[in-house]
């Protein structure tokens, strides 16, 4: 049994061929942020016979299993990225809409003492800066 069916087997999704070709495609692409409509259009490119309606589906039951997490960023589309547990940050660059992942652990012991200063515990958080290159 491949790596992608006992993923799907272990978030307790039934191995179906969308559900294969849409979770090989997140992890195998070099994008790690993709909208549903991306993955769409990759699966027309490889000549992958899906409905849109079939890949919101998926991803939707993905996001359910925790498979992938999804990001609003903005006035832009839902993207969705592979969720491999390692906590990470997002730049988006208010031009061209490009996500770049980070982690600062300056950010990271910064929020944790503000949350305390306030008597409360971080339990966690969601961090995006909008950005642009300098000129």
């Known amino acids: ?6 993923e799907l087997r272990k ?14 495609l997140l992890e195998e692409s070099g994008e790690r942020h993709m ?11 490889t000549g992958d016979d899906v409905s849109i309606a079939t890949v919101y589906r998926v991803l939707t039951q993905f996001e359910s299993a925790g498979l992938i997490t999804r990001h609003n960023f903005d006035n832009g589309p839902a993207v969705y990225e592979m969720d491999r547990g390692e906590h990470h940050d997002h730049m988006v660059n208010v ?12 950010i990271e012991a910064l929020q944790k003492a503000i949350a ?12 995006v800066l909008y950005v642009r290159p300098k000129q």
């Open 116 to 127: 305390e200063k306030n008597g409360y515990e971080l339990v966690g958080h969601n961090l």
């Open 1 to 6: 049994m491949n790596d992608e069916n006992r």
């Open 35 to 45: 909208s549903a409509e991306d993955v769409y259009r990759k699966m027309m490119e």
């Open 11 to 24: 978030a307790g999704l039934k191995v179906t061929v969308p559900r294969l070709k849409i979770l090989q």
């Open 95 to 106: 031009d061209t809409g490009k996500v770049v992942e980070f982690h600062s652990d300056e």
